[in-house]
């Protein structure tokens, strides 16, 4: 079993909608969670880590549950250039980052 | 502030030959990553640095893959001889340690041996 598992996707929406999607992750001990977004043949960076009781950065949205061991993200009125892979990342207590291998998102106009 | 540089930008070589990848991380940062992405397996954890030591290199896929850090602002990930499965984007990444430790990423090598 993967550590990270995530929709591929893809997910085709038309602007100004919201989406929604999950990870799940398979080590209870992991300790930090991140959502990384990855644009076609770039490198990833980091689009906002998630805490415990749920956190905003502008229309997105990041929720965890560690008791079912998912992390989800949710885009507002999404954008064009919202189109992107979006990397789900959880973090042990050690320097580790493991990976999901990303949800496609693509906005048309 | 400059961010991760590495370089080459692309590559193409053919099979047998030696491809070395470079990356100069963040100035302060004393983590070092070596990453590779593939379609097939996603990122996947090459080798560790901290503090120019190689911490993990669990990832190294064979003896073929050697990796250096001679100073903080250098390191090297060398395949000799190269082979067709190697063929991949090569990241390599920098840390903080103890700042929140958010790896920032280089713009990746792409590799293509033939």
């Known amino acids: 079993r993967k550590e990270v598992e995530q929709d591929p996707g893809p997910f085709n929406v038309p602007e100004g909608a919201t989406v929604a999607f999950n990870c799940t992750y398979s080590?209870?001990?992991?300790?930090?969670f991140f959502w990384y977004r990855q644009d076609c043949r770039k490198e990833p960076k980091l689009l906002m880590s998630?805490?415990?009781s749920g956190n905003e950065d502008g229309r997105f949205t990041a929720q965890l549950n560690r008791a079912s061991q998912y992390i989800s993200l949710l885009i507002r009125d999404s954008k064009l250039s919202d189109s992107a892979t979006y990397l789900c990342v959880v973090k042990g207590n050690d320097y580790k980052l493991s990976f999901g291998a990303g949800t496609t998102v693509t906005v048309r106009a | 502030d400059a961010g991760v540089i590495q370089s080459p930008r692309h590559e193409v070589t053919e099979m047998g030959q030696e491809v070395t990848l470079r990356c100069k991380p963040i100035s302060g940062h004393n983590s070092l990553f070596w990453y590779r992405q593939t379609m097939m397996r996603g990122l996947e954890l090459l080798i560790y640095f901290n503090n120019n030591v190689p911490i993990d290199d669990s990832g190294m896929p064979e003896d073929r893959f050697s990796a250096k850090m001679p100073n903080a602002s250098f390191s090297t990930l060398k395949i000799q001889p190269s082979e067709p499965r190697d063929s991949a984007v090569y990241f390599c990444a920098s840390a903080k340690t103890g700042a929140g430790e958010t790896q920032y990423f280089g713009p990746g090598t792409r590799l293509l041996v033939l």
């Open positions: 080590n209870s001990a992991s300790q930090s």
């Open positions: 998630v805490y415990s």
